[in-house]
């Protein structure tokens, strides 16, 4: 410590010597020695002389205390960090000195000149300023490490609350607090706060002092200055001391800080001219401009005046040409062509001179588009919407202004809501649809429908690609007429009964589960995680939001506090709400806007508020549950390299379940509980690359906001769009986003936005697209592909298991007809009792070994139909292991003979086996050979029989029916549709538990009588024969028929209402005359198409043993007579035609049969009744 008698060149003359003398040498008892630095003089004052009779008591103390950081808060003047800053210089002390210039008008550039000199002399050592706010500089100092803080009483008399604990807790154990400006006003609440905390001490002169020791460490000297041994004598002998000192400097410095201050004036004063006189020459030169640009306005305004008189009298000349048009065609047209192209020269002139097209303009630029093209049906779009037609408008005309927004389709391959659900940034971006798959859509590979898939069909069709035609516009040209098919089907398959909704194609491996499945939460390095939610209107929806989110605190370890941000909204009531919220709840911040800023200003005031934590942005029409933040951080630490995490939700758009794009509410029948349970329990720890989160619940890095910066709240402004911008940039330098798997938050959509909500979503999207580029074909790219479809998939299994409803799976062959019939109506009879999903199982193609399946799922949504390639049918057991099967129903076994066995023992269920032809027994399915029954001959006559079969499935019998067979035999029930099957498969497997049971127990009541319509001698008698005609439907015996009544004039005229395949459609062709065909048909048209023809007869032609037939069933629900073989089941299904009476009078005598034709029976009612044989010895 210096010594009182040391003499420095620093001190004063005559009143300085005089006071250190008169001080030094009284009889005044201090407590605390006074060293040397009490009584230099200062270099440098600054005006006002605020604090300037403090500078003994600074120079004492900082001398005293040798702090290692002292901080001077509060602008009214510079002289606390002057005093810290000279008597530190002069100590030679390594004391860091540091000004905060704390007031709000230093933002606005208002702070005193003097304060900026203070930090540019040369003959004082280096300082620092920190131009902040007191409420967010304390960010700048280490908790701990302030010595001394100078507080200006004046400025930051309302300091309080977390900011004041903020600077306090960077306050060091043996820190001193100075508060100067005691007796300005506002300083009462700050003073009042700390002396009430901490020791102190006062000095009253020079507008007040306060001393504070707000450490617990407080050194000896400075321990005696708050707590002096004597009286109160020795605390006034204190104050006397150092205000005599005090006003001795002031007395000294203030004339020499006025002649400096007068200086400074006179030197900004003739600045101020000189700037005065070269802004009067600026403002003349901007006179000029301004002028000159006034007269190329009126020069422009007189062009656009000019322009538009043109472009009224051309439309003029154009009407009065298209009025002469009908007396001269051909002239006129090359007139209107002439000024048509003037017109369009004179609209362009005009759009580049606005900057705008007209609405006209652009309608007949997107009419001329879609005229070059065949992507417009006019004549599919009349007959498909009648309505168009009868209201006399032109269908181009009417698509264009009001067809696609009404989702009407365009031609037969492009479906307008499905384009726009299964791509939602159509919508967004509010194009037309079929002009966004033209200009856009094509060239990204988008399907215009479920049914075209553009890239399959160029693979599929490479002369259509080596064309470079459009493949959409090829397939509706040509494609069609040529047979061509639009998307992959499963080999050739036929089915018409099973309808969906949704296609998709799925990686099997991708669903089975991820190797690194969810580590448990005490393993993962994961910090407290900060819950931040704007709040502008909705008060419901906040409630149920904030209430979810408070509930949830429980179940998370990682939860850190929930900061609110009230953003200016239109409701009282809401804000009343977040207030109660805030004092009655711990861990809840509320900020508040004085003023709406917007979605994306408050969350950045939200994230910021957040310190260094991590943060989940969070809409406040959401609603959580569970512990979805451990989730969602559990995720974002499995690799540091993501950036954010997105969960499953009912609307967010690429994030949606069950489906890409925006969604309603919750998927039916489901609770938010039971959606993210199952989430979590199908997908635990599993996520996918996005290009893009969506905002409505979103995990954000801090590390990647210190690396990328916030929102961009001047673009972005209200909101939409900040966070596919903030992506962006974060992808851009390297971070990832992903979507997981294991979380569900329940999201309403649009509740603060309203109706404004287009608008904002048109005006970001464009905005997104100048900044990047890339963002649209990425995010249409990932869409395309969706690489969350198998989490998707997971979820629905789920939540199937987990209803507790039992499962049956169905298998069959991908041919349709009669067995897809069949198992569509044995699942409608089983709705209600069980959920049905069913597998087609394909062959494999001739130039590969692995099996296409198809997996169809039913669901509220018109269902989902998923396709794989598997290389053995067992790799889809852990997908079917999934939905908690519990029954398997094989409905056919031809495609998967070898493999069907191994994966029934795989799956360990039980399961049950419906007979619908013999194909378990024979190769051959129906037990015919060129048409007629083989009459099931040994197993020599039936190698022999393969043997002539140009494609075979097998040639080896015996292996083919001992594989059969076993599949009979373990089957818990053979359900076999008549007495023939069951007799017939009880001699190939007699160890079977066989069941008769009509396929359809409805038609199986009394007998209705059939209705022949009336004969007379002119009339010839009606027969008619349904279906697809093929040989072994007895195509071939048809036409004997056919030829042999021709042959010998009978009055018989033949109906086929169906058609023959190609190879006998030219014999058929022959018989014109005699014969008439439908063509294919519908089923629903089918009763139409029997009453048009009115028939006498029905006729079936089949000559092998028929297990059930629905033909015979429709020809039953017709009433009309039929004549069939007496051959399968065909005898149990009918009564003799004398059984039962007829509506009109008795056929007459028909021609006798040709040879080879056998017996034949007519029919009144069918008739059966379900038997179970049971299982056989």
């Known amino acids: 410590m210096h010594k009182a008698t040391h003499r420095l060149d620093c001190l004063g003359e005559g009143a300085r010597a005089g006071s250190e003398t008169g001080i030094m040498g009284s009889s005044l008892s201090l407590g605390i020695a006074l060293t040397t630095p009490a009584f230099f003089e200062p270099a440098q004052v ?299 020269q004179l609209l362009s002139r005009v759009a580049k001179l606005f900057g705008v097209r007209t609405a006209t303009y652009v309608l007949a630029k997107n009419r001329r588009r879609l005229e070059q093209t065949n992507l417009f049906d006019p004549v599919y779009y009349l007959r498909r919407y009648p309505d168009v037609g009868a209201a006399g408008i032109d269908p181009l005309t009417h698509y264009l202004d009001h067809g696609a927004k009404d989702g009407r389709d365009p031609n037969p391959a492009f479906q307008t809501r499905w384009y726009v659900t299964r791509y939602p940034d159509v919508t967004t971006l509010g194009e037309n649809p079929l002009l966004h798959y033209l200009l856009h859509g094509s060239k990204e590979g988008r399907m215009p429908s479920p049914d075209f898939d553009p890239r399959w069909y160029l693979s599929a069709n490479p002369d259509v690609a080596a064309l470079g035609m459009d493949p959409l516009a090829h397939f509706l040209s040509l494609g069609r007429g040529e047979g061509r098919v639009g998307a992959p089907l499963v080999d050739a398959e036929d089915l018409t009964f099973l309808k969906v909704a949704r296609r998709h194609t799925l990686d099997v491996a991708s669903f089975a589960p991820s190797p690194i499945r969810r580590i448990g939460l005490d393993l993962l390095p994961m910090d407290e995680v900060a819950v931040v939610l704007p709040v502008h209107s909705g008060l419901e929806e906040t409630r149920v939001c904030i209430e979810s989110v408070l509930a949830s605190r429980a179940h998370n370890t990682t939860f850190g506090p929930l900061i609110l941000i009230d953003d200016c909204g239109p409701e009282p009531a809401l804000r009343a709400y977040l207030e109660q919220v805030a004092q009655t709840v711990p861990d809840v911040l509320l900020l508040v806007n004085a003023e709406n800023e917007g979605f994306v200003a408050s969350a950045n005031r939200g994230m910021i508020a957040a310190g260094r934590r991590d943060v989940i942005l969070l809409n406040s029409d959401t609603e959580v549950c569970g512990d979805w933040v451990d989730r969602m951080a559990a995720q974002a630490a499995g690799d540091p390299g993501i950036a954010t995490v997105t969960p499953f939700s009912n609307n967010a758009t690429i994030c949606s379940y069950p489906d890409i794009g925006e969604g309603l509410g919750l998927p039916a029948g489901h609770t938010l509980a039971q959606m993210d349970q199952a989430c979590a329990a199908a997908n635990a720890g599993r996520c996918v690359d996005i290009p893009t989160s969506v905002g409505f619940c979103m995990f954000i890095r801090r590390a990647c906001l210190d690396d990328v910066g916030l929102f961009d709240v001047a673009a972005f402004g209200k909101g939409y769009g900040e966070e596919a911008d903030f992506c962006c940039r974060a992808s851009a330098k390297a971070w990832r986003h992903v979507l997981a798997g294991d979380v569900f938050v329940y999201h309403a959509g649009c509740v603060s936005f309203g109706g404004s909500a287009p608008a904002r979503k048109r005006d970001s999207a464009g905005l997104l697209h100048a900044r990047h580029p890339d963002y649209e074909t990425a995010v249409a790219r990932w869409v ?394």
């Open 46 to 344: 600054a005006l006002p002389a605020a604090f300037v009779e403090h500078f003994p008591f600074g120079f004492w103390l900082v001398d005293t205390l040798r702090p290692r950081l002292a901080v001077s808060l509060g602008g009214r003047t510079p002289n606390p960090h002057l005093c810290f800053l000279q008597i530190a210089a002069r100590l030679d002390l390594p004391t860091r000195c540091v000004a905060v210039s704390g007031w709000d008008g230093d933002h606005e550039g208002r702070q005193p000149a003097a304060f900026g000199a203070a930090f540019n002399r040369d003959d004082v050592r280096a300082s620092e300023a920190v131009l902040a706010s007191a409420a967010t500089a304390w960010r700048e100092f280490a908790p701990g490490s302030i010595d001394l803080l100078c507080l200006d009483a004046a400025p930051l008399g309302a300091l309080a609350g977390e900011v004041l604990d903020a600077w306090l807790e960077r306050l060091s154990p043996g820190a001193v607090i100075l508060v100067h400006g005691l007796d300005a006003p506002g300083d009462a609440d700050l003073w009042r706060v700390l002396s009430a905390r901490y020791d102190s001490f006062i000095f009253p002169h020079g507008e007040g002092l306060g001393v504070l020791a707000a450490g617990a460490q407080i050194a000896a000297p400075l321990r005696a200055l708050f707590d002096p041994p004597g009286d109160e004598n020795m605390r006034q002998n204190i104050q006397m001391a150092f205000a005599r000192l005090g006003r001795d400097l002031k007395l000294a410095r203030t004339p020499k800080a006025l002649q400096t201050a007068h200086a400074v004036e006179t030197a900004g004063a003739a600045q101020m001219d000189a700037l005065r006189d070269v802004t009067r020459a600026r403002v003349e030169v901007l006179a000029a401009e301004a002028a000159r640009l006034r007269t190329l306005l009126r020069e422009e305004a007189a062009q656009t005046a000019t322009l538009e008189l043109e472009l009224l009298q051309s439309e003029r000349q154009l009407l009065q040409q298209v009025q002469r048009m009908r007396s001269v065609p051909w002239l006129l047209r090359q007139m209107a062509k002439t000024l048509y192209a003037g017109q369009r």
């Open 784 to 1177: 395309r592909e969706d690489p969350a479809f198998a989490m998707r998939l997971a979820i629905e299994a789920s939540l199937i298991r987990a209803s507790g409803v039992p499962v049956i799976l169905h298998i069959l062959h991908p041919w349709g007809g009669g067995t897809e019939k069949q198992v569509v109506d044995l699942m409608a009879h089983t709705a209600e009792r069980a959920k049905s999903l069913t597998l087609i199982i394909a062959a494999p193609a001739e130039d590969k070994s692995d099996l296409g399946l198809a997996l169809f799922i039913p669901d509220a949504n018109g269902g989902r139909r998923v396709d794989m390639r598997v290389a053995a049918l067992g790799d889809v057991a852990a997908l079917l292991w999934a939905f908690g099967l519990r029954r398997i129903h094989v409905h056919h076994a031809l495609t998967a003979m070898e493999q069907l066995a191994p994966f029934l023992a795989l799956m360990n269920l039980p399961y049950d086996l419906s007979i619908h032809d013999y194909a378990l027994i024979c190769p051959r399915i129906n037990l015919a050979q060129a048409g007629a029954y083989c009459g099931e001959p040994d197993a020599q006559g039936c190698r022999a029989c393969l043997t002539a079969e140009p494609k075979p499935f097998s040639r080896d019998i015996v292996r083919w029916r001992e594989l059969g067979i076993v599949l009979i035999e373990r089957a818990d029930r053979v359900i076999c549709p008549s007495r023939d099957v069951a007799d017939r498969i009880r001699r190939y497997a007699p160890a079977a538990h066989l069941l008769v049971v009509p396929h359809e127990p409805d038609l199986y009541r009394r007998p209705q009588p059939v209705r022949i319509p009336p004969l007379a001698a002119d009339i010839p008698l009606r027969v008619a024969v349904l279906g697809i005609l093929a040989e072994h439907k007895g195509g071939a015996f048809l036409l004997d028929c056919i030829e042999y009544s021709q042959a010998i004039k009978a009055p018989l005229d033949w109906q086929v209402i169906g058609e023959f395949p190609a190879k006998l459609d030219a014999r058929a062709s022959n018989l014109r005359g005699q014969l008439s065909k439908t063509g294919r048909y519908k089923l629903e048209d089918l009763p139409g198409l029997i009453a048009k023809g009115d028939p006498h007869l029905i006729f079936f032609p089949q000559h092998w043993p028929e297990t059930y037939s629905f033909t015979l069933s429709e020809a039953f629900a017709a009433r009309r007579a039929v004549l069939v073989p007496p051959l399968g089941a065909f005898p149990d299904r009918i009564f003799p035609v004398g059984d039962a009476a007829a509506d009109g009078g008795a056929p007459r005598g028909a021609a006798p049969a040709p040879a080879g034709s056998g017996q034949c029976r007519g029919n009144s009612a069918p008739c059966a009744t379900p038997v179970d044989g049971g299982r056989g010895k």
